[in-house]
């Protein structure tokens, strides 16, 4: 059974918005200093002891980007026919999180979008 991992928030300020969850949630921000270049920041929602996931935050790419939800699957591939025999269409398509692993974006039937991403330390 596949869980949802992640979440991911996009912001057009992201330091306001950093500022919104660290004050309003008391939730840590990480600048993350991966591969690419992009500018993205983890977020600790909690300290592991209680039920929840972390996410993270990245740039609003377009008038549209909402809130995402990532769903780790044990192969995208796969994933991926599931996905569009069941009606959902992709978003964006499988790409590289350089050491982390595959990542896709989908849109259901209602027009949600969510990511699905397989874990891969050799991701390039």
């Known amino acids: 059974m596949s869980r949802v991992i992640h979440f991911e ?9 950093e500022k919104f969850y660290g004050d309003t949630f008391g939730w840590k921000f990480t600048k993350w200093e991966g591969d690419g270049g992009m500018d993205y920041w983890l977020i600790r929602t909690g300290n592991g002891e209680a039920p929840g996931i972390d996410g993270g935050m990245a740039p609003r790419q377009h008038p549209g980007h909402a809130l ?9 591939d796969d994933a991926v026919k599931q996905v569009k025999a069941n009606g959902g ?7 590289a999180v350089a ?4 990542l896709a974006y989908f849109s259901d039937p209602e027009g949600n979008v969510f990511g699905m991403m397989q874990a891969d330390p050799n991701a390039k």
Request: aromatic residues 4%; hydrophobic residues 50%; without cysteine.
């Open 68 to 76: 995402a939800n990532t769903i780790g699957v044990e192969s995208l």
């Open 89 to 95: 269409s992709m978003v964006m398509e499988k790409a």
């Open 9 to 17: 928030i996009p912001a057009d300020d992201p330091a306001r918005a």
């Open 99 to 102: 050491g982390v692993g595959w």
